[in-house]
């Protein structure tokens, strides 16, 4: 009975230590092998077809990185994978342009309210 209640919490154990394993991979990491790797320069030429003015190459969780900025002037950090050249993740500085309402305004910004207690460019006021 102690034998088998013993291999069962080792077999919990086990899986668990697996299934925490798994759960600290990263999405955006690459696992392609240095020989299938396409070279840097088709990285860049990838990038300026893009229209991206590339600041830095560098290698980062196996993918590609490039810093730079794209067609529309913005910061970048990009990872691309090393054998397709397609985008793993891609990060605009400053926020995504897809966080922004339909206003314009980024998420998680507040804009006062049209009542007159706040007028740029003045203190608040405290009436009592």
Known sequence: MKKSLMTAFLIVGIVSLTAIGASYA??????????????REAVQKMAE?????VR???????CYEIKGRD????EIKVKIDPRTLAIV?????????????????PSGTVVPPANGLFTPGTKPVVKQ
């Open 26 to 39: 990263d999405d955006d990491d690459c696992a392609v092998p240095m020989a299938n790797w396409q070279p």
């Open 89 to 105: 993740k891609m990060k605009h500085k400053g926020g995504d342009s897809r966080d922004a309402d339909r206003n314009g305004v």
């Open 71 to 74: 067609a529309q002037g913005r």
């Open 49 to 53: 077809s893009r229209g991206w003015a």
């Open 56 to 62: 830095r190459i560098k290698i980062d969780d196996g």
